[in-house]
């Protein structure tokens, strides 16, 4: 009689934490998709929509708004270029990271995309600042518990940007008169999530 109150017991504590499991709001609430499945238009997902570039670990990491950006078929695999100047905070990061993630969201959240393009992650707590929510990925990179499409990238390649590559001479001379060319990262897309709504 002892064992099957015990044995009722641990039946009823684990249903508990199952149905706990179910109703938390983070489970859940992105579905895995693959790179070919995005619907979205992309030149206008990144140029349009805004996108967060995130690199580092839950303990440490920084990310930045990003409208400049590609996504494609490079090599036989689906990639992402992204592009980062060497003073932004979250260059050290994406130096230092074999993985990033770009975060997309909802128009809802623009102020929040505003912020993260103008405060440096050396000066402020931007999560503590916007209110995002990180959640880390099995492979424990980054996103954000907002974001309608996550895109985790595996870096696969990496060139700075050179002057004398230019043929529009124009280019350098309005977006580089400091001369602080980007960095350009190719990123093997390894996942793709998406908003389940």
């Not at 179910?22 to 693959?34: F, T």
């Not at 990238?153 to 060319?181: A, R, S, T, V, W």
């Amino acid at each position: 009689m002892r064992n099957l109150f015990y044995l009722a017991l641990v039946l009823l504590f684990t249903n508990c934490f199952e149905t706990q499991k179910r109703d938390n709001p983070m489970e859940n609430r992105h579905l895995e998709i693959a790179p070919q499945e995005i619907s979205d238009n992309v030149i206008k997902l990144i140029g349009n929509d805004w996108m967060l570039i995130t690199a580092g670990t839950k303990d440490s990491f920084n990310m930045m708004t990003a409208s400049w950006g590609m996504v494609g078929h490079l090599w036989n695999q689906p990639v992402v270029f992204v592009f980062v100047r060497p003073q932004r905070y979250t260059y050290e990061f994406m130096e230092k990271s074999d993985y990033f993630t770009l975060t997309f969201f909802d128009e809802q959240y623009r102020d929040i995309l505003n912020y993260c393009g103008t405060k440096s992650g050396r000066d402020v707590n931007k999560v503590a600042e916007t209110g995002l929510i990180p959640i880390e990925t099995q492979l424990g990179n980054i996103y954000f518990e907002q974001a309608r499409l996550v895109i985790e990238c595996e870096k696969i390649y990496f060139d700075d940007i050179k002057e004398d590559g230019f043929i529009n001479k124009l280019i350098p001379q309005d977006f580089y008169p400091e001369k602080d060319f980007h960095r350009v990262y190719v990123g093997k897309i390894i996942k793709v999530l998406t908003s389940d709504k």
